[in-house]
C-alpha cells in the first residue's frame, strides 16, 4: 500500500482535526523508528497513520473496521499490529511493528497531553519535563 493509498483510506474515515493530526503524528513517528531500526518505512508509517482511521466513524468497532479492510488488501502485518495495538483483544505483539505501534501511539499521546498543559504547548517542551510527568499517576490516567 502506497501512503497516498493509506492517507485516501484514512480521509475517508476520519474528518476530525484532532484525530488527523494524531495519525500523521504517530506515522511520523513510526517512520523515524522504521529508518533507525533500517525497518520498511512506507509499510511502518502507513500502519501508523492507519492505526485508528476507522475510530471516528466506527468507534463501537474498532479497529474491527480498518482491520478487516487491510486484511482483504492483502496487509496482514499492518493489521496484526493494528489488532494488537487495542489491548482489548489480546492479539500479541509479535513482531516489531507491533511493538513500535503501541509504543508510539501511547508516547505521541502523551506528549501532547504534556504539551497541553503548557502556555507554549509543543514550543520548548524538553524530555524532562516529559519525564517527570510520566512519574505522576494521575497525570494523563
Given amino acids: 500500500m502506497t501512503r497516498e493509498e493509506a492517507l ?17 503524528t504517530v506515522e511520523l513517528v513510526m517512520r523515524a523508528y522504521a529508518q533507525k531500526l533500517n525497518q520498511d518505512e512506507e509499510l511502518w508509517g502507513n500502519t501508523g ?6 475510530y471516528e466513524a466506527h468507534p463501537t468497532q474498532h479497529p474491527q473496521v480498518i482491520v478487516n479492510l487491510l486484511r482483504e488488501r492483502g496487509e496482514e502485518e499492518m493489521a496484526h499490529a493494528i489488532s494488537a495495538h487495542y489491548s482489548h483483544w489480546g492479539v500479541p505483539h509479535e513482531s516489531l511493528l507491533d511493538k513500535a505501534l ?3 501511539d501511547e508516547i505521541t499521546g502523551f506528549v501532547v ?18 519525564l517527570k510527568k510520566l512519574k505522576q499517576a494521575s497525570f494523563a490516567a
Fill in 8 to 24: 485516501q483510506l484514512l480521509q475517508e474515515y476520519t474528518k476530525g482535526e484532532s484525530l488527523l493530526r494524531h495519525a500523521r
Fill in 49 to 54: 497513520l492507519l492505526h485508528d482511521a476507522d
Fill in 102 to 104: 503501541l509504543g508510539c
Fill in 113 to 130: 497531553a504534556c504539551a497541553q498543559v503548557r502556555p507554549q504547548r509543543l514550543e520548548g517542551l524538553e524530555a524532562k519535563s516529559v
